[in-house]
T-cell receptor, first 113, second 114 residues
């Protein structure tokens, strides 16, 4: 089955700096890659997603890149703010009737003043 | 529009007991999935239901079962609870079961087994 690895497990950046979180996946059939932000005690919330027919997607300060050949995808957050502090999860999914999400192990991002 | 709602929000059970968790998807969503999130880890897929049929099952023992009702709400049942079943149980709904679309998560049920 699919396996998703995520690095780093913790990331500390200063406010205004950029943060990058990287994930790799194993199943070449995966074609949907969402990123979720989870604050302490709250539900995971989708912040951006990308499908395998595009290589990059941007939404204001957040961008995701996908390299299908290398089976890598990354989350880029620019101009980080304290409210960006949370745990971020990448996930991968294949099309089909059982389109489950396979999650990475999470990255705890701490944005310091 | 109401989001995905789960009940109860918190639950404490004793080893060996049985538990039923409930999920109401977003109106119009026909696909419901269940995930288990152990503290410090990413959510792990348990089940997916679409149009009241099981469409996927994760690597969980038979003590875990689920069903989806005609109104697309869902229940997750866990029998013979173990300490290791303590986790946040998340329900997610999607508009369709086949195509990859955003999964909307409920706030979860935090289950503690003592």
């Amino acid at each position: 089955g699919e396996n998703v690895e995520q690095h780093p497990s913790t990331l500390s950046v200063q406010e205004g700096d950029s943060a990058v979180i990287k994930c790799t996946y194993s199943d070449s059939a995966s074609n949907y890659f969402p990123w979720y932000k989870q604050e302490l005690g709250k539900r995971p919330q989708l912040i951006i997603d990308i499908r395998s027919n595009v290589g990059e997607k941007k939404d204001q300060r957040i961008a995701v890149t996908l390299n299908k050949t290398a089976k890598h995808f990354s989350l880029h957050i620019t101009e980080t703010q304290p409210e960006d502090s949370a745990v971020y999860f990448c996930a991968a999914s294949t099309a089909g009737t059982a389109s489950k999400l396979t999650f990475g192990t999470g990255t705890r991002l701490q944005v310091t003043l | 529009d109401a989001g995905v709602t789960q009940s109860p929000t918190h639950l404490i059970k004793t080893r060996g007991q049985q538990v039923t968790l409930r999920c109401s998807p977003i109106s119009g969503h026909k696909s419901v999935s269940w995930y288990q999130q152990v503290l410090g880890q990413g959510p792990q897929f348990i089940f997916q239901y679409y149009e009241k049929e099981e469409r996927g099952r994760g690597n969980f023992p038979d003590r875990f079962s689920a069903r989806q009702f005609p109104n697309y709400s869902s229940e997750l049942n866990v029998n013979a609870l173990l300490l290791g079943d303590s986790a946040l149980y998340l329900c997610a709904s999607r508009p369709r079961g086949v195509l990859n679309t955003e999964a909307f998560f409920g706030q979860g049920t935090r289950l503690t087994v003592v």
